[in-house]
């Protein structure tokens, strides 16, 4: 197919002065790779962060909280005849329990967004081993259901989840935990509550997540032992761990359960705002480090088009002499940049997944980061090459609007 007069000139001027164009395609290059490459670093980080936060943070919490006392409790207890006023709130003395908790269960297993539910106890206590001691808390847990909200199988050292669940007294420890201790697996570990409840469980297996805060102080246990150590019915439940099939919709879903069941709610966004506020800084740095670099390619593109159209007044003149109208010079110098931003963005992807992939190849070996972690999503590229596009547009368009204002008149008489 046959090119269209203005792209053949526009292709002319392009090839000659190709040390020019060269150099403004490599500008939006370079931006869109620093666009794709810094946009990869930064969402390989903040998926690597939020699955750390998820790895110990379910999407929703339900639980039961301290309330103050207030009138509308004693109109409850007292009636309304009356006007029942308190002049001194407190807090109300209970045990947080979250009453009928198998009715709220069932309620909630309907919900279509709900893929797993762990209702729990959770409490504090002293995991000691002969006269070795340590602060630390148990949860009881229906150990299945928590290893497919938190994967605690792929942080398993030794042992398996299963083995808790088959033995009734057994018990999995974090690494921290079983080194301040001497504990390995097969050994006994005791466990004493604040009201001076002793059990002894055998440690059926040994995680490691790499948060200290979890591989030191976390053991887990069936329900049913830690409702014993705290000398609780088999009904007694503290929370109710929730993880839904789109976690960043844990807010909206967190308020139709909280509607349902009248217990509180907390997100896991809600749990976690510091690392959400983190997330957002990065973003904004990254974005605006990309920004100007994209703005800098882009005033590349319009001093090498200012310096072709002054080179070329007069061409530009004897173009519109013989019947070239404004639009259609209009057309030919943003069709210049479009090539430019073209060529820039084909390399720019190129060198953008290029460098991802050789950055992603840093070994850092902390903790569970083997590598840098980095992020290759097809959003990155399509946006990079869209930015660079519209960034040649832009700064084409101001120098073709100025040529196409050229008076053919005056310039030929000079």
Known sequence: MKAGINTQIAFTYLVSRRKQTALAALGITFGISMFIFMNSLISGNNDYFEKVTLSSTPHI?????????????????????????????????????????????????GHKEIIA????????????NASIQKNGNVAGVDIIEQDKMFDITSTMITG?????????????????????????????????????????????????????????????????IAQQLLKKDRSYITDIYINIKNYTNAPAVGKQLEA??????????????????????????????????????????????????????????????????????????IQQALFIGFIGGILGIGLGWLISLVVSK??????????????????????????????????GYIPARKASQVDPVSIIRG
């Not at 029942?84 to 309620?107: E, F, G, M, T, W």
């Not at 009201?195 to 887990?220: E, H, M």
């Open 61 to 109: 919490r339900l639980y039961s909280e301290n309330q103050m006392s207030s009138h509308a409790m004693l109109n409850n207890y007292l009636g309304t005849d009356k006007i029942n006023l308190i002049s001194n709130p407190k807090l109300v003395n209970a045990d947080n329990r979250i009453y009928n908790p198998n009715s709220i269960l069932h309620a909630i297993k």
């Open 260 to 333: 349902l069941i009248g217990y509180q709610v907390e997100d896991w966004q809600s749990a976690n705002e510091q690392s959400i506020a983190a997330r957002m800084i990065r973003d904004v740095i990254a974005n605006s480090v990309v920004i100007t670099i994209l703005i800098v390619a882009g005033f590349g593109i319009y001093n090498i088009l200012n310096m072709t159209i002054y080179e070329k007044i007069k061409e530009i003149a004897i173009l519109k002499a013989t019947g070239f109208s404004g639009k259609h010079v209009v057309a030919i110098f």
């Open 117 to 128: 539910i762990s209702p729990q106890v959770t409490a504090n206590v002293i995991c000691s």
């Open 160 to 224: 398996t989840v299963e083995e808790l669940q088959n033995t009734p007294d057994g018990s999995l420890i974090g690494n921290g935990m079983a080194k301040d201790l001497n504990l390995s697996k097969g050994d006994n570990i005791t466990l004493t509550a604040s009201n001076g409840t002793v059990r002894r469980l055998r440690i059926t297996g040994i995680f490691q997540t790499t948060i200290k805060s979890i591989d030191n102080t976390r053991c887990y246990t069936n329900v049913s």
């Open 362 to 395: 840093f070994y850092i070996g902390l903790g569970n980061v083997l590598y840098l972690p980095i992020a290759f999503h097809l959003k990155h590229y399509l946006q990079g090459f869209s930015f660079g596009i519209i960034t040649a547009f832009f700064a």
